[in-house]
C-alpha cells in the first residue's frame, strides 16, 4: 500500500519516526523516572494506587510489547493475545504446583517458553498466508485454547477455584502491595530491557525487513520465515509473562475468563494507541486503557453525582475506545508516542528560540 494513504493499517505497523530527544536527554528522563518508579512511588502510593492502578498499568504494559513485537515490528496481525496470556497463566500455575521446589523465576520462564511455544505452532500459518487470513487463524487459536482450558480439569488441579499460590523467593515472600509492585515493576523492566537489545539486534531488524517488504528481504537472504515464528515465540512468550503476571499478582485467581477474546481486543487497543513499533507506546497505551475509566468514573462522581450507573459508563468507554482508534488510524498511524515526540519537538523549538 501507499504510505501516502495514512488511514490504511499496514501503514501504522511501519517504525515510528526518530524522536526529537537526543540520546543523552532520553537516558537521564529514563533514570529519572526508575528512580521515580523505584524509589518514591512505593513510599507515597496508597495500596488502592499500586493494587488497582499501577500493578495491572505495568501488566497490561508488557502484554502490550508482546503483541508489538509480532505486530508492530514484524507485521504479523495477530488476535491471540489472550489466548498466550492463558497458556503462561497455566503453564506457571502447574509447574508451580507440581514441582514446588523449582525456585520462582525458574517457574515462570519455564510457564513463558511453554507460551513461546504455543506461539510457534499458532504461528505456523504464517509461512503461507498472511494479512486478514493470519487474523482469522489467530482468533480461531483464542478460541480453542480458551476452550481447552475450560474443558479440562487437569490444568486447574482439578479445583472448580483456582487461587494463585503465594509467591516467595529468596526467602522474600511477596504478600503485600509494596512487594508485589515492585515484584511486578521489576519483571518488566527486565523485559523491555531485553527486548530493547532484541530489537537492536539482528533478530529486530530482520523482523523489521520482513515487515516492510517480505519479497524484497527475502530476495537478499533475509530468513523471513524464520523471523516470523521468532517473532510469534518472543511475543507469545513476553505475552505468557504478562498472563502470570495477572493472574499471580493481580486477580490473584485463574480463570480462562480471565483471558477471553476481549483481554485480545484491550491488548490491540494498547498498541494501536500507544504506537505500533514503539516500545514507550506500549506505556503510553496501557495508561490510556487503564486510567481512562478511573477518570471517566472520577468525573462522572463528580458532575452528575451517582446520576450516570456502571453500565452506561462502560458503553461510553467502548464508544471512546473506538473513536479514538478510528482516529489514531486516520490521522495518528503512529500512536501516542510519536504525538508525545511532535509536543516535545515543539516545546523545545520555542524553548531555543
Given amino acids: 500500500m501507499s504510505r501516502n494513504n495514512s488511514a490504511a493499517l499496514p501503514d501504522a505497523t511501519k517504525e515510528a519516526p526518530v524522536g526529537p530527544m537526543s540520546k543523552?536527554?532520553?537516558?537521564?528522563?529514563?533514570?529519572?523516572?526508575?528512580?521515580?518508579?523505584?524509589?518514591?512511588?512505593?513510599?507515597?502510593?496508597?495500596e488502592y494506587w499500586l493494587n488497582a492502578i499501577l500493578v495491572p498499568f505495568l501488566i497490561m504494559s508488557l502484554a502490550g510489547l508482546g503483541l508489538n513485537i509480532t505486530m508492530g515490528y514484524c507485521g504479523q496481525a495477530s488476535l491471540g493475545s489472550g489466548a498466550f496470556m492463558a497458556v503462561g497463566a497455566y503453564a506457571t500455575y502447574n509447574i508451580l504446583v507440581r514441582l514446588p521446589d523449582l525456585p520462582l523465576p525458574v517457574s515462570a520462564l519455564a510457564g513463558c517458553l511453554i507460551a513461546g511455544l504455543v506461539g510457534i505452532?499458532?504461528?505456523?500459518p504464517s509461512l503461507r498466508i498472511k494479512g486478514f487470513y493470519l487474523i482469522a487463524t489467530t482468533l480461531a487459536a483464542q478460541f480453542f485454547?480458551?476452550?481447552?482450558?475450560?474443558?479440562?480439569?487437569?490444568?486447574?488441579?482439578?479445583?472448580?477455584?483456582?487461587?494463585?499460590?503465594?509467591?516467595?523467593?529468596?526467602?522474600?515472600?511477596?504478600?503485600?502491595?509494596?512487594?508485589?509492585?515492585?515484584?511486578?515493576?521489576?519483571?518488566?523492566?527486565?523485559?523491555?530491557?531485553?527486548?530493547?537489545?532484541?530489537?537492536?539486534s539482528q533478530t529486530g531488524r530482520n523482523w523489521m525487513?520482513?515487515?516492510?517488504?517480505?519479497?524484497?528481504?527475502?530476495?537478499?537472504?533475509?530468513?523471513?520465515?524464520?523471523a516470523k515464528l521468532s517473532?510469534?515465540?518472543?511475543?507469545?512468550?513476553?505475552?505468557?509473562?504478562?498472563?502470570?503476571?495477572?493472574?499471580?499478582?493481580?486477580?490473584?485467581?485463574?480463570?480462562?475468563?480471565?483471558?477471553?477474546?476481549?483481554?485480545?481486543f484491550v491488548i490491540l487497543f494498547i498498541v494501536v494507541i500507544g504506537g505500533m513499533s514503539s516500545l514507550s507506546g506500549n506505556f503510553l497505551g496501557a495508561a490510556f486503557v487503564i486510567l481512562l475509566p478511573t477518570l471517566i468514573e472520577f468525573l462522572a462522581g463528580r458532575i452528575f453525582s451517582g446520576a450516570v450507573d456502571s453500565g452506561q459508563l462502560a458503553n461510553a468507554r467502548k464508544v471512546l475506545f473506538g473513536v479514538?482508534?478510528?482516529?489514531?488510524?486516520?490521522?495518528?498511524?503512529?500512536?501516542?508516542?510519536?504525538?508525545?515526540?511532535?509536543?516535545i519537538g515543539w516545546f523545545r523549538m520555542r524553548l531555543s528560540r
Avoid: H
Avoid at 121 to 124: E, I, K, N, T
Avoid at 241 to 248: I, K, P, S, V, Y
Avoid at 324 to 343: S, V
Fill in 145 to 200: 485454547i480458551e476452550w481447552v482450558f475450560r474443558q479440562f480439569p487437569w490444568f486447574s488441579n482439578y479445583a472448580s477455584s483456582v487461587s494463585a499460590p503465594k509467591l516467595a523467593f529468596l526467602g522474600v515472600s511477596f504478600d503485600t502491595p509494596v512487594k508485589l509492585y515492585l515484584l511486578t515493576l521489576t519483571t518488566v523492566v527486565i523485559v523491555f530491557a531485553v527486548s530493547w537489545k532484541l530489537v537492536c
Fill in 324 to 343: 479514538m482508534i478510528i482516529w489514531f488510524l486516520i490521522k495518528e498511524p503512529y500512536g501516542l508516542a510519536a504525538l508525545l515526540d511532535r509536543i
Fill in 209 to 226: 525487513a520482513t515487515r516492510d517488504m517480505e519479497l524484497a528481504a527475502a530476495t537478499i537472504g533475509v530468513p523471513t520465515g524464520r
Fill in 24 to 46: 543523552s536527554t532520553s537516558v537521564s528522563l529514563l533514570i529519572a523516572i526508575l528512580i521515580v518508579a523505584f524509589a518514591v512511588v512505593p513510599l507515597v502510593g496508597s
Fill in 231 to 264: 517473532a510469534f515465540f518472543f511475543g507469545a512468550m513476553i505475552l505468557g509473562l504478562a498472563g502470570a503476571l495477572l493472574a499471580f499478582v493481580y486477580l490473584r485467581t485463574i480463570n480462562a475468563s480471565s483471558f477471553s477474546l476481549d483481554q485480545s
Fill in 121 to 124: 505452532v499458532v504461528g505456523l
